[in-house]
Protein backbone atom coordinates (compact mmCIF):
# COMPACT_ATOMS: atom_id res chain seq x y z
CA UNK A 1 0.00 0.00 0.00
CA UNK A 2 2.13 2.56 -1.43
CA UNK A 3 0.60 6.43 -2.22
CA UNK A 4 1.83 9.00 -4.20
CA UNK A 5 0.73 13.16 -3.95
CA UNK A 6 -1.06 13.99 -6.83
CA UNK A 7 -1.12 17.81 -7.57
CA UNK A 8 -3.09 19.55 -9.60
CA UNK A 9 -1.51 22.80 -11.50
CA UNK A 10 -1.81 25.02 -14.50
CA UNK A 11 1.33 25.47 -16.70
CA UNK A 12 2.15 28.33 -15.03
CA UNK A 13 5.47 30.25 -14.34
CA UNK A 14 6.41 29.31 -10.54
CA UNK A 15 3.61 27.22 -9.46
CA UNK A 16 5.49 24.12 -9.60
CA UNK A 17 7.93 25.96 -7.37
CA UNK A 18 4.90 27.15 -4.87
CA UNK A 19 4.36 22.88 -4.13
CA UNK A 20 8.18 22.62 -3.29
CA UNK A 21 7.99 25.84 -0.82
CA UNK A 22 5.41 24.42 0.95
CA UNK A 23 7.58 20.67 0.84
CA UNK A 24 10.19 22.59 2.18
CA UNK A 25 8.65 24.58 5.14
CA UNK A 26 7.24 20.97 5.68
CA UNK A 27 10.43 19.30 5.72
CA UNK A 28 9.24 16.82 3.63
CA UNK A 29 11.75 14.86 1.79
CA UNK A 30 10.95 14.10 -2.22
CA UNK A 31 11.67 11.29 -3.43
CA UNK A 32 11.06 11.12 -7.30
CA UNK A 33 8.96 12.93 -9.18
CA UNK A 34 7.01 13.13 -12.63
CA UNK A 35 5.29 16.32 -14.06
CA UNK A 36 2.84 15.41 -16.70
CA UNK A 37 1.64 18.19 -19.05
CA UNK A 38 -1.89 18.81 -21.29
CA UNK A 39 -2.60 20.58 -24.38
CA UNK A 40 -5.25 22.74 -22.12
CA UNK A 41 -2.37 24.77 -20.13
CA UNK A 42 -2.50 22.43 -16.46
CA UNK A 43 -0.94 19.41 -15.97
CA UNK A 44 -0.25 17.11 -12.99
CA UNK A 45 2.79 16.85 -10.79
CA UNK A 46 3.29 12.89 -9.13
CA UNK A 47 5.36 12.85 -5.91
CA UNK A 48 6.70 10.58 -3.84
CA UNK A 49 7.65 11.38 -0.35
CA UNK A 50 8.73 10.19 2.71
CA UNK A 51 5.39 11.38 4.56
CA UNK A 52 3.04 11.28 1.73
CA UNK A 53 -0.14 12.52 4.38
CA UNK A 54 1.61 15.21 5.61
CA UNK A 55 2.30 16.66 2.39
CA UNK A 56 -0.90 16.28 1.19
CA UNK A 57 -2.26 18.04 3.91
CA UNK A 58 0.43 20.84 4.17
CA UNK A 59 -0.37 21.35 0.42
CA UNK A 60 -4.21 21.97 0.81
CA UNK A 61 -3.45 24.01 3.73
CA UNK A 62 -1.47 26.62 1.23
CA UNK A 63 -4.56 26.55 -1.60
CA UNK A 64 -3.18 23.79 -4.05
CA UNK A 65 -5.21 21.06 -5.11
CA UNK A 66 -3.49 17.27 -3.84
CA UNK A 67 -4.50 14.31 -3.35
CA UNK A 68 -3.18 10.97 -2.48
CA UNK A 69 -3.23 8.43 -5.07
CA UNK A 70 -2.45 4.51 -4.57
CA UNK A 71 0.35 3.28 -6.99
CA UNK A 72 1.94 -0.06 -6.86
CA UNK A 73 5.72 0.01 -6.57
CA UNK A 74 7.89 -3.03 -7.71
CA UNK A 75 11.88 -3.58 -6.76
CA UNK A 76 14.16 -4.40 -9.98
CA UNK A 77 17.72 -4.82 -10.48
CA UNK A 78 19.84 -1.56 -11.08
CA UNK A 79 22.06 -2.81 -13.66
CA UNK A 80 21.11 -2.31 -17.62
CA UNK A 81 17.81 -4.65 -18.39
CA UNK A 82 16.64 -4.22 -14.62
CA UNK A 83 13.28 -2.65 -16.27
CA UNK A 84 12.77 -4.30 -18.99
CA UNK A 85 13.08 -7.49 -16.61
CA UNK A 86 9.86 -6.24 -14.70
CA UNK A 87 8.23 -4.82 -17.49
CA UNK A 88 8.00 -8.12 -19.20
CA UNK A 89 6.33 -9.83 -16.26
CA UNK A 90 3.50 -6.86 -16.10
CA UNK A 91 3.14 -6.97 -19.76
CA UNK A 92 2.49 -10.61 -19.56
CA UNK A 93 0.00 -10.37 -16.57
CA UNK A 94 -1.83 -7.88 -18.74
CA UNK A 95 -1.05 -4.44 -16.52
CA UNK A 96 -1.55 -0.87 -18.45
CA UNK A 97 -0.21 2.12 -16.89
CA UNK A 98 -1.50 5.75 -16.88
CA UNK A 99 2.16 7.11 -15.39
CA UNK A 100 5.12 5.19 -14.42
CA UNK A 101 8.39 6.41 -12.91
CA UNK A 102 11.14 4.88 -10.94
CA UNK A 103 13.98 5.76 -7.92
CA UNK A 104 17.09 4.24 -7.27
CA UNK A 105 17.52 2.56 -3.55
CA UNK A 106 20.91 1.51 -3.78
CA UNK A 107 23.37 2.15 -6.31
CA UNK A 108 24.02 -0.19 -9.22
CA UNK A 109 21.85 -2.94 -6.82
CA UNK A 110 18.30 -2.07 -6.22
CA UNK A 111 15.54 0.40 -7.84
CA UNK A 112 12.02 0.96 -7.56
CA UNK A 113 9.73 1.17 -10.47
CA UNK A 114 6.23 3.06 -9.28
CA UNK A 115 3.19 2.29 -11.33
CA UNK A 116 -0.09 4.57 -11.77
CA UNK A 117 -2.88 2.52 -13.10
CA UNK A 118 -6.32 3.81 -13.64
CA UNK A 119 -7.90 1.22 -11.14
CA UNK A 120 -5.89 0.46 -8.79
CA UNK A 121 -8.07 -2.83 -6.93
CA UNK A 122 -8.29 -4.75 -10.24
CA UNK A 123 -4.53 -4.07 -10.66
CA UNK A 124 -3.34 -5.28 -7.66
CA UNK A 125 -5.67 -8.62 -8.08
CA UNK A 126 -3.93 -8.82 -11.38
CA UNK A 127 -0.67 -8.99 -10.12
CA UNK A 128 -1.39 -11.02 -7.29
CA UNK A 129 -2.56 -13.45 -9.57
CA UNK A 130 0.45 -13.46 -11.55
CA UNK A 131 2.87 -13.25 -8.32
CA UNK A 132 4.09 -10.23 -8.73
CA UNK A 133 3.99 -8.85 -5.06
CA UNK A 134 3.95 -4.78 -5.04
CA UNK A 135 6.60 -3.49 -2.08
CA UNK A 136 4.93 -2.14 1.24
CA UNK A 137 5.36 1.55 2.00
CA UNK A 138 7.92 1.48 4.03
CA UNK A 139 10.53 0.56 1.12
CA UNK A 140 9.34 2.61 -1.10
CA UNK A 141 9.04 5.98 1.63
CA UNK A 142 12.29 4.94 3.25
CA UNK A 143 15.71 6.07 2.95
CA UNK B 1 -30.37 52.55 -58.32
CA UNK B 2 -32.87 52.01 -55.76
CA UNK B 3 -34.78 48.77 -54.95
CA UNK B 4 -38.01 50.91 -54.10
CA UNK B 5 -36.96 54.08 -55.09
CA UNK B 6 -40.61 55.49 -53.59
CA UNK B 7 -39.62 54.53 -50.07
CA UNK B 8 -36.11 54.79 -50.18
CA UNK B 9 -35.75 57.90 -51.47
CA UNK B 10 -38.53 59.85 -49.77
CA UNK B 11 -38.56 63.02 -48.61
CA UNK B 12 -37.96 63.09 -44.86
CA UNK B 13 -40.96 65.47 -43.88
CA UNK B 14 -43.49 62.14 -46.07
CA UNK B 15 -41.21 59.66 -44.01
CA UNK B 16 -42.04 61.09 -40.94
CA UNK B 17 -45.64 61.43 -41.87
CA UNK B 18 -45.93 57.71 -43.32
CA UNK B 19 -43.89 56.88 -40.27
CA UNK B 20 -46.58 58.26 -37.61
CA UNK B 21 -49.48 56.56 -39.39
CA UNK B 22 -47.51 53.43 -39.27
CA UNK B 23 -46.89 54.06 -35.30
CA UNK B 24 -50.38 54.82 -34.61
CA UNK B 25 -51.67 51.39 -36.54
CA UNK B 26 -48.82 49.76 -34.74
CA UNK B 27 -49.65 50.73 -31.26
CA UNK B 28 -53.64 50.02 -31.79
CA UNK B 29 -52.35 46.63 -32.84
CA UNK B 30 -50.16 46.03 -29.94
CA UNK B 31 -52.89 46.57 -27.80
CA UNK B 32 -54.51 43.19 -28.50
CA UNK B 33 -51.06 41.39 -27.58
CA UNK B 34 -51.86 40.48 -23.37
CA UNK B 35 -48.36 42.37 -22.81
CA UNK B 36 -49.76 46.14 -24.88
CA UNK B 37 -52.72 45.89 -23.72
CA UNK B 38 -52.42 45.46 -19.67
CA UNK B 39 -49.15 48.25 -20.08
CA UNK B 40 -51.11 50.54 -22.12
CA UNK B 41 -54.49 50.56 -19.97
CA UNK B 42 -53.00 51.08 -16.82
CA UNK B 43 -50.10 53.77 -18.47
CA UNK B 44 -53.51 55.75 -20.95
CA UNK B 45 -51.74 55.08 -23.90
CA UNK B 46 -53.85 55.05 -26.85
CA UNK B 47 -52.64 55.76 -30.57
CA UNK B 48 -54.72 58.87 -31.37
CA UNK B 49 -52.37 61.20 -28.57
CA UNK B 50 -49.95 60.49 -31.28
CA UNK B 51 -49.73 64.10 -33.08
CA UNK B 52 -46.03 63.93 -34.12
CA UNK B 53 -43.41 60.98 -33.89
CA UNK B 54 -41.55 62.61 -31.17
CA UNK B 55 -44.79 61.75 -28.86
CA UNK B 56 -43.70 58.31 -29.06
CA UNK B 57 -41.29 59.33 -26.23
CA UNK B 58 -44.07 59.31 -23.62
CA UNK B 59 -44.49 55.71 -24.41
CA UNK B 60 -42.99 52.96 -22.09
CA UNK B 61 -40.20 50.75 -23.19
CA UNK B 62 -39.82 47.39 -23.88
CA UNK B 63 -37.58 45.00 -22.45
CA UNK B 64 -35.60 41.67 -23.02
CA UNK B 65 -36.66 40.59 -19.64
CA UNK B 66 -40.53 41.78 -20.20
CA UNK B 67 -39.84 39.18 -23.54
CA UNK B 68 -38.88 36.66 -21.16
CA UNK B 69 -41.20 37.22 -18.87
CA UNK B 70 -44.30 37.00 -20.88
CA UNK B 71 -42.69 33.95 -23.00
CA UNK B 72 -44.06 32.54 -24.89
CA UNK B 73 -47.26 34.54 -26.31
CA UNK B 74 -47.70 37.37 -24.02
CA UNK B 75 -46.64 39.56 -26.90
CA UNK B 76 -49.01 37.99 -29.88
CA UNK B 77 -51.21 40.57 -31.35
CA UNK B 78 -52.71 38.41 -33.77
CA UNK B 79 -54.48 34.83 -33.16
CA UNK B 80 -52.34 31.95 -33.35
CA UNK B 81 -53.55 30.14 -36.83
CA UNK B 82 -51.96 33.44 -37.97
CA UNK B 83 -48.79 32.85 -37.28
CA UNK B 84 -46.57 31.07 -39.63
CA UNK B 85 -42.97 31.02 -38.50
CA UNK B 86 -41.27 31.71 -35.12
CA UNK B 87 -37.05 32.40 -34.22
CA UNK B 88 -35.70 31.87 -31.18
CA UNK B 89 -32.72 32.62 -29.34
CA UNK B 90 -30.54 29.91 -28.30
CA UNK B 91 -30.31 28.76 -24.28
CA UNK B 92 -31.51 26.44 -21.93
CA UNK B 93 -31.86 28.07 -18.66
CA UNK B 94 -34.52 30.22 -18.65
CA UNK B 95 -36.95 31.58 -21.27
CA UNK B 96 -35.61 31.93 -25.18
CA UNK B 97 -36.37 35.15 -26.31
CA UNK B 98 -39.06 34.42 -29.56
CA UNK B 99 -40.24 36.43 -32.44
CA UNK B 100 -43.06 35.06 -33.63
CA UNK B 101 -44.46 36.33 -37.83
CA UNK B 102 -47.67 36.00 -39.98
CA UNK B 103 -47.54 35.77 -43.81
CA UNK B 104 -47.19 39.84 -43.38
CA UNK B 105 -44.40 40.21 -41.58
CA UNK B 106 -42.46 37.46 -43.36
CA UNK B 107 -43.13 39.46 -46.63
CA UNK B 108 -42.12 42.33 -45.68
CA UNK B 109 -39.20 41.10 -43.65
CA UNK B 110 -37.95 39.02 -47.24
CA UNK B 111 -38.48 42.48 -49.20
CA UNK B 112 -36.71 44.61 -46.56
CA UNK B 113 -33.66 41.80 -47.26
CA UNK B 114 -33.86 42.14 -50.71
CA UNK B 115 -33.65 45.94 -50.78
CA UNK B 116 -30.57 45.79 -48.76
CA UNK B 117 -28.64 43.77 -50.49
CA UNK B 118 -30.03 45.60 -53.48
CA UNK B 119 -28.42 48.43 -52.05
CA UNK B 120 -24.97 47.17 -51.40
CA UNK B 121 -24.82 46.51 -55.12
CA UNK B 122 -25.90 42.81 -55.41
CA UNK B 123 -28.24 42.03 -58.66
CA UNK B 124 -30.59 39.12 -59.60
CA UNK B 125 -27.56 38.09 -61.91
CA UNK B 126 -25.34 37.03 -58.98
CA UNK B 127 -25.02 33.44 -57.21
CA UNK B 128 -25.41 33.65 -53.62
CA UNK B 129 -23.66 31.20 -51.08
CA UNK B 130 -25.34 32.11 -47.45
CA UNK B 131 -22.32 30.16 -45.47
CA UNK B 132 -24.66 30.95 -41.74
CA UNK B 133 -26.20 28.54 -39.76
CA UNK B 134 -30.11 28.07 -40.78
CA UNK B 135 -32.95 26.73 -38.26
CA UNK B 136 -33.95 28.79 -35.83
CA UNK B 137 -30.65 31.49 -35.88
CA UNK B 138 -32.20 34.44 -38.36
CA UNK B 139 -29.25 34.68 -40.49
CA UNK B 140 -29.96 31.80 -42.63
CA UNK B 141 -33.33 32.25 -43.60
CA UNK B 142 -33.62 35.91 -43.10
CA UNK B 143 -31.04 35.97 -45.87
CA UNK B 144 -32.87 33.16 -47.70
CA UNK B 145 -35.69 34.84 -48.65
CA UNK B 146 -34.29 37.79 -49.29
CA UNK B 147 -31.68 36.47 -52.00
CA UNK B 148 -34.77 34.64 -53.12
CA UNK B 149 -36.82 37.76 -53.25
CA UNK B 150 -34.38 40.03 -55.21
CA UNK B 151 -33.52 36.74 -57.37
CA UNK B 152 -30.63 35.35 -56.86
CA UNK B 153 -29.35 31.98 -57.81
CA UNK B 154 -29.39 31.01 -53.71
CA UNK B 155 -26.70 28.88 -52.29
CA UNK B 156 -27.95 27.47 -48.85
CA UNK B 157 -24.71 26.37 -47.91
CA UNK B 158 -25.19 26.51 -44.03
CA UNK B 159 -22.06 27.35 -41.50
CA UNK B 160 -18.69 25.46 -41.27
CA UNK B 161 -17.09 22.64 -43.47
CA UNK B 162 -14.95 25.10 -45.41
CA UNK B 163 -14.02 22.50 -47.89
CA UNK B 164 -17.00 22.02 -49.24
CA UNK B 165 -17.33 25.74 -49.03
CA UNK B 166 -14.66 26.52 -51.83
CA UNK B 167 -15.92 23.44 -53.74
CA UNK B 168 -19.33 25.16 -53.59
CA UNK B 169 -17.86 28.36 -54.67
CA UNK B 170 -16.37 26.66 -57.46
CA UNK B 171 -18.67 24.56 -59.30
CA UNK B 172 -20.96 27.29 -59.21
CA UNK B 173 -19.33 30.09 -59.68
CA UNK B 174 -20.38 32.07 -56.35
CA UNK B 175 -20.56 35.45 -56.65
CA UNK B 176 -21.52 36.91 -53.20
CA UNK B 177 -21.31 35.43 -49.82
CA UNK B 178 -22.64 35.87 -46.57
CA UNK B 179 -20.83 34.96 -43.45
CA UNK B 180 -20.08 36.21 -39.84
CA UNK B 181 -16.04 37.87 -40.23
CA UNK B 182 -14.40 35.98 -37.70
CA UNK B 183 -14.96 32.61 -40.21
CA UNK B 184 -13.66 34.44 -43.39
CA UNK B 185 -10.01 34.16 -41.64
CA UNK B 186 -10.49 30.42 -41.15
CA UNK B 187 -12.26 30.27 -44.33
CA UNK B 188 -8.99 31.73 -46.22
CA UNK B 189 -6.94 29.69 -44.03
CA UNK B 190 -8.28 26.69 -46.25
CA UNK B 191 -7.98 28.15 -49.27
CA UNK B 192 -4.45 28.66 -48.85
CA UNK B 193 -4.08 25.49 -47.27
CA UNK B 194 -5.55 23.49 -50.85
CA UNK B 195 -3.41 25.88 -52.73
CA UNK B 196 -5.63 28.23 -53.70
CA UNK B 197 -5.92 32.01 -54.24
CA UNK B 198 -9.54 33.61 -53.72
CA UNK B 199 -8.55 35.72 -55.69
CA UNK B 200 -7.49 34.20 -58.91
CA UNK B 201 -9.68 30.87 -58.33
CA UNK B 202 -12.89 31.86 -57.56
CA UNK B 203 -15.76 34.33 -59.02
CA UNK B 204 -16.22 36.12 -55.77
CA UNK B 205 -16.78 40.00 -55.84
CA UNK B 206 -18.74 40.94 -53.06
CA UNK B 207 -19.18 39.90 -49.47
CA UNK B 208 -21.50 41.02 -46.80
CA UNK B 209 -20.66 40.38 -43.10
CA UNK B 210 -22.13 40.91 -40.11
CA UNK B 211 -23.87 39.80 -36.93
CA UNK B 212 -20.68 39.71 -35.25
CA UNK B 213 -18.86 43.36 -34.56
CA UNK B 214 -15.77 44.14 -36.26
CA UNK B 215 -13.34 46.65 -37.32
CA UNK B 216 -12.48 48.71 -40.09
CA UNK B 217 -9.17 47.31 -40.30
CA UNK B 218 -10.61 43.68 -39.98
CA UNK B 219 -13.00 44.39 -43.31
CA UNK B 220 -10.52 45.47 -45.27
CA UNK B 221 -8.53 42.71 -44.61
CA UNK B 222 -10.78 40.30 -45.59
CA UNK B 223 -11.30 42.87 -48.89
CA UNK B 224 -7.92 42.63 -49.70
CA UNK B 225 -7.22 38.63 -48.79
CA UNK B 226 -10.47 37.82 -51.20
CA UNK B 227 -10.14 40.95 -53.40
CA UNK B 228 -14.07 41.55 -52.29
CA UNK B 229 -15.91 44.68 -51.59
CA UNK B 230 -17.54 43.75 -48.17
CA UNK B 231 -20.14 45.11 -46.75
CA UNK B 232 -21.82 45.59 -43.43
CA UNK B 233 -25.26 43.86 -42.37
CA UNK B 234 -26.88 45.09 -38.95
CA UNK B 235 -29.81 43.36 -37.59
CA UNK B 236 -30.98 41.78 -34.49
CA UNK B 237 -33.68 38.56 -33.76
CA UNK B 238 -36.51 41.01 -31.80
CA UNK B 239 -36.03 43.27 -35.31
CA UNK B 240 -36.72 40.19 -37.22
CA UNK B 241 -33.17 39.68 -37.57
CA UNK B 242 -30.62 40.45 -40.56
CA UNK B 243 -32.45 43.30 -42.96
CA UNK B 244 -32.40 46.42 -40.60
CA UNK B 245 -29.76 48.40 -41.44
CA UNK B 246 -27.60 47.90 -44.28
CA UNK B 247 -24.30 49.71 -45.99
CA UNK B 248 -24.90 51.25 -49.44
CA UNK B 249 -22.19 51.11 -52.19
CA UNK B 250 -20.49 54.34 -50.18
CA UNK B 251 -19.86 52.25 -47.28
CA UNK B 252 -19.92 55.09 -45.02
CA UNK B 253 -22.80 53.89 -42.47
CA UNK B 254 -25.59 51.42 -42.37
CA UNK B 255 -28.92 52.83 -43.64
CA UNK B 256 -31.72 52.07 -41.05
CA UNK B 257 -34.89 51.61 -42.56
CA UNK B 258 -37.17 54.18 -41.18
CA UNK B 259 -40.09 52.94 -42.80
CA UNK B 260 -40.08 49.86 -41.15
CA UNK B 261 -38.27 50.80 -37.76
CA UNK B 262 -38.91 54.18 -35.38
CA UNK B 263 -35.66 55.07 -34.55
CA UNK B 264 -34.01 56.54 -31.48
CA UNK B 265 -30.58 57.17 -30.14
CA UNK B 266 -30.86 57.56 -25.83
CA UNK B 267 -28.88 57.74 -23.31
CA UNK B 268 -29.06 54.55 -21.53
CA UNK B 269 -28.54 56.09 -18.03
CA UNK B 270 -31.41 59.50 -18.34
CA UNK B 271 -33.31 57.36 -21.04
CA UNK B 272 -33.02 60.97 -23.14
CA UNK B 273 -32.60 61.58 -27.02
CA UNK B 274 -29.05 62.22 -27.63
CA UNK B 275 -27.85 64.75 -30.63
CA UNK B 276 -27.09 63.15 -33.71
CA UNK B 277 -23.69 61.91 -33.99
CA UNK B 278 -23.80 61.20 -30.50
CA UNK B 279 -23.11 57.29 -29.03
CA UNK B 280 -25.83 56.08 -27.21
CA UNK B 281 -28.40 52.89 -27.14
CA UNK B 282 -30.56 52.07 -29.90
CA UNK B 283 -34.28 52.20 -29.49
CA UNK B 284 -36.58 50.62 -32.05
CA UNK B 285 -40.13 50.22 -32.54
CA UNK B 286 -41.71 47.89 -35.36
CA UNK B 287 -43.28 50.02 -38.02
CA UNK B 288 -44.45 47.25 -40.38
CA UNK B 289 -44.90 44.14 -37.94
CA UNK B 290 -48.35 42.37 -37.33
CA UNK B 291 -48.03 39.32 -35.23
CA UNK B 292 -45.27 41.03 -33.02
CA UNK B 293 -45.37 44.50 -33.35
CA UNK B 294 -42.49 45.87 -30.48
CA UNK B 295 -42.53 49.57 -28.90
CA UNK B 296 -39.77 51.47 -27.81
CA UNK B 297 -37.89 48.15 -27.85
CA UNK B 298 -34.00 48.11 -25.82
CA UNK B 299 -31.56 47.22 -27.97
CA UNK B 300 -28.44 47.53 -25.54
CA UNK B 301 -26.67 48.30 -28.72
CA UNK B 302 -24.72 51.57 -28.40
CA UNK B 303 -24.24 53.17 -31.65
CA UNK B 304 -25.04 56.78 -33.07
CA UNK B 305 -26.68 58.62 -35.95
CA UNK B 306 -24.16 59.80 -38.80
CA UNK B 307 -25.31 63.09 -39.44
CA UNK B 308 -26.29 64.65 -43.15
CA UNK B 309 -27.18 63.00 -46.25
CA UNK B 310 -25.40 60.17 -47.89
CA UNK B 311 -24.53 60.42 -51.19
CA UNK B 312 -26.49 57.81 -52.38
CA UNK B 313 -29.26 59.62 -52.23
CA UNK B 314 -31.28 57.50 -49.98
CA UNK B 315 -33.09 59.81 -47.06
CA UNK B 316 -33.23 56.91 -44.51
CA UNK B 317 -30.69 57.77 -41.42
CA UNK B 318 -27.41 55.54 -41.11
CA UNK B 319 -26.47 54.19 -38.28
CA UNK B 320 -22.61 53.84 -37.51
CA UNK B 321 -21.36 50.37 -36.45
CA UNK B 322 -22.22 49.07 -33.15
CA UNK B 323 -19.69 50.16 -30.58
CA UNK B 324 -20.35 48.21 -27.65
CA UNK B 325 -23.03 46.98 -25.43
CA UNK B 326 -24.70 49.20 -22.93
CA UNK B 327 -25.44 45.57 -20.64
CA UNK B 328 -22.62 42.58 -20.39
CA UNK B 329 -23.73 40.60 -23.88
CA UNK B 330 -20.86 39.78 -26.01
CA UNK B 331 -21.08 38.15 -29.60
CA UNK B 332 -18.71 35.04 -30.25
CA UNK B 333 -18.65 33.20 -33.67
CA UNK B 334 -22.48 34.91 -34.31
CA UNK B 335 -24.10 34.02 -31.39
CA UNK B 336 -25.13 36.66 -28.70
CA UNK B 337 -24.36 35.41 -25.09
CA UNK B 338 -24.71 36.52 -21.94
CA UNK B 339 -22.45 36.12 -19.22
CA UNK B 340 -25.27 34.16 -16.88
CA UNK B 341 -25.88 31.73 -19.56
CA UNK B 342 -22.21 30.26 -18.97
CA UNK B 343 -22.92 30.34 -15.66
CA UNK B 344 -25.84 28.97 -15.29
CA UNK B 345 -24.32 25.77 -17.07
CA UNK B 346 -20.85 25.52 -14.55
CA UNK B 347 -23.57 25.89 -11.49
CA UNK B 348 -25.04 22.81 -12.46
CA UNK B 349 -21.67 20.93 -12.65
CA UNK B 350 -20.92 19.99 -9.42
CA UNK B 351 -16.91 19.01 -10.32
CA UNK B 352 -15.97 22.73 -10.54
CA UNK B 353 -16.53 26.00 -8.36
CA UNK B 354 -19.17 28.93 -9.49
CA UNK B 355 -16.69 31.50 -10.52
CA UNK B 356 -15.44 31.81 -14.18
CA UNK B 357 -13.44 33.72 -16.46
CA UNK B 358 -14.65 34.26 -20.10
CA UNK B 359 -11.73 35.70 -21.90
CA UNK B 360 -12.27 36.56 -25.99
CA UNK B 361 -9.60 36.73 -28.18
CA UNK B 362 -8.59 36.22 -31.43
CA UNK B 363 -6.46 33.21 -31.92
CA UNK B 364 -4.92 33.06 -35.63
CA UNK B 365 -7.87 35.35 -37.47
CA UNK B 366 -10.56 33.27 -35.55
CA UNK B 367 -12.04 34.53 -32.20
CA UNK B 368 -12.40 32.24 -29.66
CA UNK B 369 -14.17 32.25 -26.11
CA UNK B 370 -12.00 30.63 -23.69
CA UNK B 371 -13.68 29.70 -20.11
CA UNK B 372 -11.40 29.26 -17.08
CA UNK B 373 -13.49 27.08 -14.50
CA UNK B 374 -11.71 26.17 -11.19
CA UNK B 375 -11.08 22.33 -10.04
CA UNK B 376 -13.05 21.66 -6.63
CA UNK B 377 -10.41 20.35 -4.21
CA UNK B 378 -11.66 17.86 -3.09
CA UNK B 379 -13.27 16.44 -6.28
CA UNK B 380 -9.32 16.18 -7.97
CA UNK B 381 -7.47 12.71 -7.21
CA UNK B 382 -4.92 13.01 -9.35
CA UNK B 383 -6.51 11.24 -12.44
CA UNK B 384 -5.67 12.93 -15.67
CA UNK B 385 -8.22 11.09 -17.85
CA UNK B 386 -11.16 12.25 -15.46
CA UNK B 387 -10.14 16.06 -15.71
CA UNK B 388 -9.97 15.54 -19.28
CA UNK B 389 -13.00 13.88 -19.51
CA UNK B 390 -14.15 17.05 -17.35
CA UNK B 391 -12.88 19.62 -19.79
CA UNK B 392 -14.70 17.96 -22.48
CA UNK B 393 -17.94 17.78 -21.05
CA UNK B 394 -18.28 21.54 -19.83
CA UNK B 395 -17.16 21.77 -23.41
CA UNK B 396 -20.10 20.06 -24.74
CA UNK B 397 -22.85 21.49 -22.36
CA UNK B 398 -21.37 25.37 -22.43
CA UNK B 399 -22.08 25.14 -26.56
CA UNK B 400 -25.02 23.45 -26.22
CA UNK B 401 -26.40 26.48 -24.18
CA UNK B 402 -24.46 29.10 -26.61
CA UNK B 403 -24.11 27.55 -29.44
CA UNK B 404 -20.41 28.71 -29.75
CA UNK B 405 -17.87 26.26 -28.62
CA UNK B 406 -15.67 27.31 -25.95
CA UNK B 407 -12.33 26.29 -25.02
CA UNK B 408 -12.30 25.37 -21.48
CA UNK B 409 -9.21 25.50 -19.11
CA UNK B 410 -9.13 24.37 -16.23
CA UNK B 411 -7.66 26.08 -13.27
CA UNK B 412 -6.25 26.04 -9.73
CA UNK B 413 -8.59 26.46 -7.30
CA UNK B 414 -8.83 30.45 -5.79
CA UNK B 415 -6.97 31.57 -9.03
CA UNK B 416 -9.93 33.55 -10.80
CA UNK B 417 -11.83 36.33 -8.89
CA UNK B 418 -14.16 35.56 -6.61
CA UNK B 419 -18.01 35.95 -7.36
CA UNK B 420 -18.73 38.70 -4.30
CA UNK B 421 -18.78 42.34 -5.50
CA UNK B 422 -18.73 43.03 -9.11
CA UNK B 423 -16.11 40.55 -10.41
CA UNK B 424 -15.08 40.77 -13.98
CA UNK B 425 -16.08 37.81 -15.78
CA UNK B 426 -15.44 39.50 -19.25
CA UNK B 427 -12.32 40.40 -20.72
CA UNK B 428 -12.34 40.61 -24.67
CA UNK B 429 -8.96 41.21 -25.61
CA UNK B 430 -10.45 41.22 -29.57
CA UNK B 431 -9.04 44.60 -31.34
CA UNK B 432 -12.58 46.55 -31.32
CA UNK B 433 -13.34 49.92 -31.16
CA UNK B 434 -15.55 49.22 -28.28
CA UNK B 435 -17.10 52.60 -26.65
CA UNK B 436 -17.57 52.00 -23.38
CA UNK B 437 -20.76 54.61 -21.74
Known amino acids: ?143 | MYWEKEFETLERAKLEKLQLERLKNTIRNAGNAPFYKELYQQEGVTADKLKHIDDIRQLPFTTKQDLRNHFPYGFLSRPKQEIIRLHSSSGTTGNPTVIFHNRHDISSWSNLMARSLFCAGIRDTDVFQNICGYGLFTGGLGFQYGIERLGCLSIPAGAGNSLRQIKLMQDYGTTVVHAIPSYLGRLYEVFQAEGLDPRRDTDLRLFVIGAEPHTEEQRQRIEELFGVKAFNSFGLSEMNGPGVAFECSHQAGLHIWEDAYLVEILDPETLEPVPDGEIGELVMTTLDREAMPLVRYRTRDLTRIIPGPCACGRTHARIDRIAGRSDDMFIIKGCNVFPMQVEGVLLKIPEVGSDYLITLENVNGVDEMIVEVEVRKNWFNGDVTRLDRLSRMITQQIRDEVLAKPIVKLVEPGSLPKSEGKAVRVRDNRVLDTVKI
Request: net charge negative; aromatic share 6%; charged share 20%.
Open chain 1, 1 to 143: MAYQVSIFLENKTGHFERVTRVLRANKINIRSMTLTHTASGWGILNLLVDQPERAKEALQENGLSAALRQVLVFGMDDHPGGLDEILLQLAQAGLNFLNAYGRVLEDGKKALLIVDVEDYEAALELVAQNDLLPLGDEVVYGN
